[in-house]
């Protein structure tokens, strides 16, 4: 094995050493030698629901970039075929898709600031 992050086994006789071996082992043993069952699925349930949350708020800010983006594209068509017959059109559309980036924007930011 090698020296310097690996977990290193000394006389093969199960003693941990090294940075990431006995402190962390030693420590995680007593954390959950001292908690109960109940508590330690709670620590798993909030930890586990603080995961789900981040992922929900991440998913939502990319499904808004997606409308942002077809807003964009649907702007960027309107203009090349210039389209000045309906210009509330246009400026519904731009409407949106600012709109929709703002929302992108604070869900990636929600998602950031889960805790």
Known sequence: MREGNAVRMKNMGGELTGPTGASQVARATQVAQGLSVWQLAKILFRTLWRAIRQLF???????????????????????????????WLTGLTVFFTLLMAFFSWMAFRSARNVR
């Open 57 to 87: 708020h991440e998913i939502t800010g990319a499904l808004f970039a997606t409308f942002a983006l077809s807003g964009g594209f649907s702007i960027w068509r309107q203009f090349q075929n210039q389209n000045v017959r309906l210009p």
